[in-house]
């Protein structure tokens, strides 16, 4: 591993300063992009407005019609935390704009059984959603820009979609290149499909339907709706927005920090869903200090397992009731659902890891990777679906290599989850390997960073070679050693735990990392505790500290150059900070 210093722009965080950002975060934040004081204002008031968003006007006449006449509207959700907000934020947000609660529903794919999307068997299942006279609009959120077939059966069944998605639309190969396909529906609103010029494509699916609820109270009080009344407040569902849009991974650009910081702001004041709330107790997490690694951490993790081993409705449930009663109990489920996860994934990956064993050399450094193939490909009978993915992302961080973990699926067919590293687009991959292998991948879809798949059993070899030779004409030795950036050294007056209380109040995550300082320690003692984490005492600045690092098992030598997070914790009715390690130069 290598330890790379971020480039901080003195002038620039010399004038935040002057600004009166406090030094620390103002070498943060220079470090990170930020060139003016007002880039960090989070207030509302500065939010990208709605009319720079391709369709949202279209479909806030859509709705406002929808609502307006009393039309029944059912919402199809998706089986992750980020589909899950997304379905409660429209539900609990069109329950604000006027519609009536029994011209509402919605459905979620069952993730063994319906695969992902809106697929025509889903249609089928949101046409019997009121048990009884049919919807007349679909909204899908969170889904839908690349469900051509299931969009194109809501239409032969005189149904309206509203398409609501985040992700990119489907290719068609073409003479000239890969054509862009859109689904068939009356309305789609995608950052990311061609057209739109919103200036934030990271939006997660929860933010898009937020801001297609803006524009549709918009156009409703253009219609003289609220007339002499207050108008609905939508930041009520803010915590929802945050939640989900940190729980998806998406970069927190500066359009998506200040939803999050809206968001975390009323958790701490007490202003959230009772399910938000429950999430919180369940984890045993305190809303008042509520940061966004609460929610990549803590709530969106609970939320999802609902996803991966049972019915996500149980997560959007307890998203959506008002009964706080009723919350903790859905809450305490989702988090037994959890310890359950967190139980097979480490069962996965102890199986996936010794078949690992007989691929790679020996690595005494602990470094992972060294001598690793290009990318790696994993299936074993016992393997289930729906945790396959953190495994992938767990044995991805291990080798620094691309990765795919299979299980087999109730049709019989693999189902494989992919993980990849910077400068390694899998999405791109798995087209390149559809290219050249035609009947190989029977269905594929992703991002640079994280992909799925669909392939025969009999096909898992072409797959895994096909894979390996594209990483090995992609990837160069810069690309494959492991790099940690790192804000550098942290100056000893800054060891203070009111100042770790700080730095964890920001929005930090995805494209706008969490400060990681390095600089060489000596190591004065080390000793394993729970026979795989590693507890130090280092000398940092002349001065003894704390540190642990999880998950490692291997010595430190007695110099080392370290990276490291600040963690502010209570020993014996004192706060003291400790350095929780994040890697080694080696």
């Known amino acids: 591993m290598r330890l790379t210093i971020r480039d901080v722009p003195p002038r620039t965080a010399w004038s935040l300063e002057q600004a009166g950002v406090h030094p620390l975060l103002a070498r943060l934040y220079a470090a990170r992009g930020i060139t003016a004081a007002e880039q960090l204002d989070d207030s509302l008031a500065r939010l990208l407005p709605p009319q720079g968003l391709r369709g949202t006007e279209e479909a806030a006449a859509l709705l406002a019609d929808a609502i307006e006449r009393g039309a029944r509207i059912v919402v199809v959700a998706d089986y992750d935390c980020d589909g899950a907000t997304a379905c409660a934020v429209a539900l609990r947000g069109l329950a604000l704009l006027g519609a009536a609660p029994a011209t509402l529903a919605y459905v979620v794919p069952d993730r063994r059984l319906h695969g992902y999307g809106l697929t025509p068997a889903i249609v089928d299942l949101a046409f019997g959603a009121f048990g009884g006279p049919p919807p007349e609009l679909l909204v899908t959120v969170d889904n839908g820009i690349a469900s051509l077939e299931g969009v194109a059966h809501a239409k032969a069944r005189g149904l309206a979609v509203l398409v609501t998605d985040h992700h990119l639309p489907a290719l068609r190969p073409g003479a000239a290149g890969d054509e862009i396909i859109l689904p068939p529906a009356v309305v789609i609103v995608n950052p990311n499909q061609p057209g739109c010029g919103f200036a934030s494509k990271a939006l997660a699916g929860v933010g898009v339907m937020f801001y297609v609820l803006l524009a549709t109270r918009a156009a409703l009080r253009a219609r003289g709706a609220w007339a002499g009344a207050e108008q609905p407040r939508l930041d009520r569902l803010l915590d929802l927005v945050a939640l989900g849009t940190v729980a998806d991974v998406v970069k927190l650009d500066a359009n998506n920090r200040r939803l999050v910081a809206q968001g975390l702001r009323r958790i701490r004041a007490g202003r959230m869903q009772p399910g938000v709330a429950a999430l919180f107790t369940a984890a045993g997490r305190d809303p008042r200090r509520a940061s966004g690694f609460d929610f990549g951490f803590a709530l969106g993790p609970r939320v999802n397992a609902a996803g991966r ?3 996500m409705t149980l997560g959007i449930e307890c998203l959506l009731t008002d009964d706080p009663g009723r919350a903790a109990e859905l809450a305490q489920r989702l988090d037994a659902i959890n310890r359950e996860r967190r139980e097979v994934e480490a069962t996965m990956r102890e199986q996936a890891e010794a078949m690992l064993e007989m691929l790679l050399p020996e690595d005494p450094d602990g470094d992972g990777g060294a001598g690793a193939p290009p990318a790696v490909a994993l299936f074993d009978p016992e393997f289930h679906e729906g945790v396959v993915g953190i495994v992938a992302s767990r044995l991805k961080d291990r080798l620094h290599r691309p990765t795919f973990v299979f299980a087999l699926g109730q049709d019989g067919l693999l189902k494989g989850s992919g993980r990849s590293i910077p400068g390694f687009h899998l999405r791109d991959a798995l087209d390149l390997v559809a290219k050249r292998h035609p009947g190989v991948l029977l269905k594929f879809g992703g991002h640079a960073m994280a992909a799925g798949c669909t392939i025969a059993q009999e096909h898992l070899d072409v797959f895994e070679q096909a894979l390996a030779t594209v990483a090995q004409e992609w990837l160069d030795a810069a690309t494959l050693l492991r790099r940690l950036h790192t804000d550098g050294p942290l100056a000893p007056e800054y060891r203070r735990p009111e100042l770790v209380d700080t ?15 390095s600089e060489e320690m000596e190591v004065l003692s080390q000793r394993l505790v729970g026979e795989k984490h590693l507890s130090l005492k280092l000398r940092h600045q002349g001065q003894p500290v704390d540190g642990i690092w999880f998950g490692r098992t291997e010595p430190l030598p007695a110099k080392a150059r370290i990276a490291y997070r600040l963690e502010a914790d209570e ?10 390690i994040e890697g080694m130069e080696s």
């Open 309 to 311: 081993l049972e019915q």
């Open 503 to 517: 730095l964890h109040e920001q929005v930090w995550g995805q494209g706008f990392a969490p400060p990681v300082f």
């Open 571 to 580: 020993w014996q009715g004192a706060r003291r900070v400790r350095f929780l």
